[in-house]
């Protein structure tokens, strides 16, 4: 099964700071039809979570264009820019290129 | 808009199964893949597998084969999951996914396994 590596696991951030989290990939998510299955969710505590970032870089509607995702290949980072009180909670990236399909483990981030 | 309804709180008894249900309504619920995910107490999440409700097509993380059964009724719209054998270790948050990209989250049935 592909692992993908979160960090940090903890990440304890201010108001207006931009904060990365990083997700790196025991193989390539490089599909053969060309797409990377990469994407970014977040959970607000008590809630389910909600798509943030879809292959790789696309902005899920609705969401604030402060998240951005970029990366390629096993290596891919989720960037903050400016962070908000609402923004608490885990991140987390999902595959969705090999099956069984694998989350990180997660990346909580607090705010000060 | 996007709305997954899933069924409420379980309380079932080890060795028995269980039926969970996902409503889905705001979208072609035969045109898009629905997943079922499992998120254990504090732990992270756990892709389960996804349903294709237009043919009635499945595929299974080797993890819940045998443990999961995918299902789905297009005349309701509605997304079944059963889990067979119930132990401790099944005790969890399960929700329904809407999506390849894993688009719109359920609000997730909590199982408790218990005597």
């Known amino acids: 099964d592909v692992v993908l590596t979160q960090t940090p696991p903890t990440l304890s951030a201010t108001i207006g700071q931009s904060v990365s989290i990083s997700c790196r990939s025991s193989?390539?998510?490089?599909?053969?039809?060309?797409?990377?299955?990469l994407h970014w969710l977040l959970q607000r505590p008590g809630q389910s979570p909600q798509l943030l970032i879809y292959?790789?870089?696309r902005l899920e509607s609705g969401v604030p264009n402060r998240f951005s995702g970029s990366g390629s290949g096993t290596d891919f980072t989720l960037k903050i820019s400016g962070v908000e009180a609402e923004d608490l909670g885990v991140y987390y990236c999902v595959q969705g290129t090999h099956a069984p399909f694998t989350f990180g483990s997660g990346t909580k981030l607090e705010i000060k | 808009q996007v709305q997954l309804q899933q069924s409420g709180t379980e309380l079932v008894k080890p060795a028995s199964s269980v039926k969970i249900s996902c409503k889905a309504s705001g979208y072609t619920f035969t045109s898009n893949y629905m997943h079922w995910i499992r998120q254990q107490p504090g732990n992270g999440l756990e892709w389960i597998g996804w349903i294709y409700p237009g043919n009635g097509n499945t595929k299974y993380n080797q993890k819940f084969d045998g443990k999961a059964t995918l299902t789905a009724d297009k005349s309701s719209s509605t997304a079944y999951m059963q889990l067979s054998s119930l132990t401790s270790e099944d005790s969890a948050v399960y929700f329904c996914?809407?999506?390849?990209?894993?688009?719109?989250w359920g609000p997730g049935t909590m199982v408790t396994v218990s005597s």
């Open positions: 292959l790789v870089s």
């Open positions: 996914v809407s999506g390849w990209y894993f688009d719109f």
């Open positions: 193989q390539s998510l490089l599909h053969s039809n060309g797409n990377t299955y």
